[in-house]
């Protein structure tokens, strides 16, 4: 019961996210989850920084209790050990991820190294999912290693999608769809997190040959 409890954390993280990104926003007058990005709420003096920053602290809780889950779910298979390892460091590292300055004190050279040290995080982030999705996707049987491979092209797509359109971020010009974009990609996420998770406390009720769940 233990382990099932950390499993349904990473399911309760992804959740929490969810409500982070309906509530947050309640509280920032004047900004639109469509044309902004997910990192403008926690920006440096943004009005929704600490509300952000204080429900984040759970998110990572939830999501190093599913670390863990995943961990002591592992009997010694070595692609869940890495999974594990990887969404546990993950987690800690999201506690120390630097704020970004809002658009506008950027777009008129205001940035600071915390905007470049924002973007490094984000990429090692990016390569964490995909080491994480990677691994994860062979522990399981094909429908689950097809449907990991539709969500890492999901990331490709609109990741370029936001990519292009941060340059207007950085200019302070329209951004009509990069809040859509990413969020896509933040939800394609949080799928395969769900799903994962989902397969492995199916896997952990079986008594005997894991190797072939679909």
């Known amino acids: 019961m233990a382990r099932k409890s950390l499993l349904i954390c990473g399911i309760l993280a992804m959740l929490w996210y969810v409500a ?26 943004a009005p929704t920084r600490t ?17 863990l889950g995943i961990w002591l779910s592992a009997n010694e298979n070595r692609n869940l ?52 999705i990677g691994f994860g996707a062979s522990v399981f049987g094909k429908g689950f290693r097809i449907f990991s491979v539709a969500i890492v092209l999901l990331f490709i797509v609109f990741g370029i999608l936001t990519t292009k359109e941060s340059r207007g971020l950085e200019a302070n010009l329209p951004t009509p769809y990069i809040g859509i974009w990413e969020r896509i990609n933040i939800g394609a996420y ?3 997190v769900i799903v994962f998770a989902i397969m492995l406390m199916r896997r952990n009720n079986k008594p005997l040959n894991y190797s072939h769940i679909v």
């Not at 982070?20 to 003096?45: F, H, K, R, W």
């Open 190 to 192: 949080m799928i395969w």
């Open 51 to 67: 509300f952000w920053v204080v429900l984040g602290i759970f998110y990572s809780l939830f999501f190093i209790a599913f670390g």
């Open 20 to 45: 982070m990104n309906i509530l947050v926003p309640m509280e920032y007058p004047g900004y639109d989850s469509a044309s902004q990005t997910v990192s403008e709420l926690s920006a440096i003096n």
């Open 81 to 132: 050990q890495v999974v594990a390892a990887v969404i546990l460091f993950d987690a800690v590292l999201g506690f120390f991820w630097p704020p970004m300055h809002q658009r506008e004190i950027i777009a008129g050279g205001g940035g600071t190294l915390t905007d470049t040290l924002h973007v490094v995080w984000a990429f090692v982030h990016l390569v964490l999912m995909l080491v994480m």
